[in-house]
Each structure stands twice: as C-alpha cells, then as structure tokens.
C-alpha cells in the first residue's frame, strides 16, 4: 500500500533552515509528480510546492519563493522541502504528498511533521 | 490566480442527517475539482476527483457533483465516522488550490 512518511520537523529559530524528508513506498516512485501542503494552527490546508516526476520542474507558492526548495531522490525513493530564511508565519504541519498520474489531483498524503518558528 | 470559496464555514448535524457543502470556484474550472476529509492529526483523505467520481473505498453516501463554478458535497446519511474537516480542492498541474475548509460538527 502507499506510504508516505514525514520527517525533519522541529522547533526552529527565524532565519534558520530546516530541510524535511518524505520517503516513500509501496508505488513507483519515479512515475509521480509529488509536492508538499501544509497547514498552519487553526487554517486550512495550503499548497506549498510541487516536482515533477524527473525532478527537471518546480512550481512554489508566491510566499516561499526564493526561500523552499523541493528536490527528489528517485534511487532513494524520498522527497525533500529545503527551508531557509524561515518565519514565524511557516509555522505549521507540513504534508507529503503524492499527485495522481493521470489527471493531476492529490491522491496520497503523508501524517505530516510539525514545523514551529519561534525565538 | 483562481480562488476556491467554501461554504458554510462550518455546519452542525446530527446522525442520520443529509449534509451539503458548496464550493465556487472564482473563474469556470471546468470539472478539475476533488474533495478531501481531514480528521486533527491524521492524513487527509481522497473522497471524490473530477468533480463527482469517488474514490475507491469511499462509502457510497458520499457523492460530488457540479461543473464549471458551483460543486456540492453531499453526505446522505451522516455517520459518526463523518465527524471531520472537508476541503475541496482545483487541480491544474501547476499549482492545487483549496477552499478554506467547512468543518461538520455534532449537534
């Protein structure tokens, strides 16, 4: 069966960087789009960042970029979520999450890992 | 950028209660609409893709429906198992937008 399991999240101070991992079996990895959706305290759900299949495409919401990265290891079957410069407003549990191949919904999520940025 | 509004915000029932929650998309997104259940602490789950077909394993009492800028989430007979956060989704291969969620809770 899918699975899809978080890790890297913390307590981390503004400014610093985190990166989170998601390692994923029961699937063809390398045939998925995959991407991460967070959602902070007491807010609904929010798509972050999405990575093609081949790693070769990134799409990000506005208020990360220039400071997540998502990147894929398809030999080790895991995706990561670079974070840098973080802020008190990326606080949040951060999803995993797999893309149907053939029509492009979100089909598979993770349990999520807790990010929280705070002095 | 399209935006995805839900409503209600939140809905009160009871079991055995007929429960519909709306989602308007800003501009048409034809029929590229999926809706989730999420419980606190647990993965949110696939309920229904393409607007009205549910997904594998989901109970028969739900069902989605709409096209264009209006789709509704229905559940027939609510059952305590119902209890949850539900979000619908527009998926373009670019970027996934969610409404803002409508929580059902017991009356």
């Known amino acids: 069966q899918v699975q899809l399991v978080e890790s890297g999240g913390g307590v981390i101070q503004p400014g610093r960087s985190l990166r989170l991992s998601c390692a994923a079996s029961g699937f063809t990895f390398s045939s998925h789009v995959m991407q991460w959706v967070r959602q902070a305290p007491g807010k609904g759900l929010e798509w972050v960042t999405v990575i093609s299949s081949d790693g070769s495409k990134k799409e990000y919401v506005d208020s990360v970029k220039g400071r997540f990265t998502i990147s894929r290891d398809n030999s080790k079957n895991t995706v990561y979520l670079q974070m840098n410069s973080l802020r008190a407003e990326d606080t949040a549990v951060y999803y995993c999450a797999r893309v149907d191949i053939l029509i492009g919904f979100t089909d598979y999520w993770g349990q999520g890992t807790q990010v929280t940025v705070s002095p | 950028d399209i935006q995805m509004t839900q409503s209600p915000s939140t809905l009160s029932a009871s079991v055995g209660d007929r429960v519909t929650i709306t989602c308007r998309a800003s501009?048409?997104?034809?029929?590229?609409l999926a809706w989730y259940q999420h419980k606190a602490g647990k993965a949110p789950t696939l309920l229904v893709y393409?607007?009205?077909y549910l997904e594998g394993g989901v109970p028969s009492r739900f069902s989605g429906s709409g096209s264009g800028t209006e789709f509704t989430l229905t559940i027939t007979s609510l059952q305590p198992d119902d209890f949850a956060t539900y979000y619908c989704?527009?998926?373009?291969?670019?970027?996934?937008?969610f409404g803002q969620g409508t929580k059902v809770e017991i009356k």
């Open positions: 501009q048409s997104i034809s029929h590229w």
């Open positions: 393409e607007a009205s």
């Open positions: 989704q527009h998926y373009n291969r670019h970027s996934w937008t």
